[in-house]
């Protein structure tokens, strides 16, 4: 039987990237996020643990389609290192690859991306909204609330965790802070229980070049798997951002006023999976993303996509050295005085949809008329077709901040 004081840690990377049809809205830069020198290093640490826990994700469904929020398990990462102390604690800023000369801006890095993500763009829709739910039977220690309710502005809720109802109302914030994209999170509560920590990330991104809903056609998917698979194909010829090498064409989709965008990674094709996986890193990314690049005349298919998926991320995090803070000897003295306690689970959930935004397509259709005309380009077009396996990121551009990392294997599946 699990013990009284084991403390359950709820992730949610709950995520939706929407490309729905809505109204037309100005695309205003509001804010830029600048980061110190100690705040650049946790960055570039971020975006190296998003590699990272893409990378053990993969290697537990390694044929199936994957999307995962590294951002929104850093932040609750961050929640519940507040309670942390000893190797428990090192533990976690070791997985999190934050050096310890640098450990203690982590939560005044969360807390200036809290603030300014969602200010970035008009036309972009962030929620990013953290919680924390207590059994109300166990003493927590205000400190931790406090630090908390300051970094992460995280609200806290007193619940009876012997009773349905309170599974119900962790549920129904969960589908407020998400938009409905994730209605139910969680089936069950045990009163052993001490405390349910739980991050939302939401993403509503609108094209800056629309696809034009009447050039979605019906085309082969080629999966990883070697089977074939028909798809909604949308297709459009833009000027984009485009970089080559011996691993990955690259092409980045803005959304809104630039702020934000979408790269997607094509493997080449003469390379195994597995070699193309093995170049990641935040380094590379750093790289890719500040190499000078000029945009190109692009022929772009992309598949529409919906995809689910929820993990449990115990085994996830203790393969990559977070393997304490699971057993009897986890240290959490700074959260309470009740011992034994240790992380009893960690879930995450996602959502992710792709699809045309008419609206936004008939805002600019003069630039589309012009690409599908009879006229000749002055530069030749470049095929960029996501009709095989790829990969997709989805990040802030002015620090080239890892929000959401994915696979697509299969469409369809």
């Not at 971020?46 to 990272?52: E, L, M």
């Not at 990462?77 to 000893?86: I, T, W």
């Not at 001490?194 to 939302?200: D, G, P, Y």
């Not at 809903?213 to 089977?227: G, H, L, M, N, Q």
Request: net charge negative; proline share 3%; with cysteine.
């Amino acid at each position: 039987m699990k013990s009284k004081y084991f403390c359950v840690i709820g992730i949610i990377g709950s995520i939706l990237f929407s490309c729905k049809q809505g109204e037309s809205v100005s695309r205003v830069l509001l804010d830029e996020i600048s980061f110190s020198e100690k705040e650049q290093v946790i960055n570039c640490a971020g975006n190296q643990f998003s590699f990272d826990l893409f990378r053990q994700l993969s290697s537990l469904d390694s044929a199936e389609n994957m999307f995962v929020s590294p951002f929104s398990v850093s932040c609750a990462l961050g929640m519940v290192n507040y309670g942390a102390s000893g190797v428990t604690h090192q533990e976690i800023m070791e997985v999190m690859q934050i050096p310890d000369s640098v450990a203690l801006v982590l939560n005044a890095y969360h807390q200036k991306l809290i603030d300014g993500l969602p200010r970035l763009d008009s036309s972009v829709t962030v929620k990013i909204a953290n919680s924390m739910w207590f059994n109300k039977e166990v003493p927590v220690k205000k400190q931790f609330i406090q630090k908390n309710a300051m970094s992460y502005k995280a609200v806290s809720h007193n619940l009876d965790f012997s009773k349905l109802e309170s599974v119900d109302k962790i549920n129904e914030w969960v589908s407020r802070q998400t938009e409905g994209c994730i209605r139910k999170f969680m089936s069950n509560l045990s009163s052993d229980e001490l405390l349910v920590l739980v991050n939302c990330l939401y993403f509503k991104g609108k094209w800056k070049f629309p696809f034009e809903k009447s050039e979605t056609r019906k085309e082969v998917f080629f999966c990883a798997d070697k089977t074939q698979e028909s798809v909604e194909m949308m297709h459009q010829t833009a000027s984009f951002s485009y970089r080559k090498n011996d691993y990955f064409e690259m092409a980045t989709f803005p959304y809104g006023n630039s702020s934000y965008a979408m790269t997607i990674l094509l493997p080449d094709v003469n390379k195994s999976w597995k070699e193309c996986m093995d170049v990641l890193d935040g380094k590379s990314w750093e790289t890719w993303m500040t190499d000078s690049v000029e945009e190109v005349l692009l022929d772009v298919k992309l598949p529409k996509l919906v995809l689910k998926n929820k993990y449990q991320m115990n085994r996830v995090l203790s393969a990559m050295g977070m393997s304490n803070a699971f057993t009897v000897h986890a240290d959490f003295t700074n959260l309470t005085d009740r011992k034994p306690m240790c992380i009893g689970k960690v879930e995450h959930a996602s959502f992710l949809e792709l699809n045309e935004q008419e609206t936004k397509a008939a805002a600019v259709t003069g630039m589309t008329v012009v690409f599908e005309s009879e006229m000749i380009p002055i530069e030749p077009v470049i095929p960029f077709y996501a009709n095989r396996p790829f990969l997709l990121i989805i990040h802030e551009m002015g620090n080239h901040t890892i929000l959401f990392i994915g696979k697509v294997f299969c469409p369809n599946k």
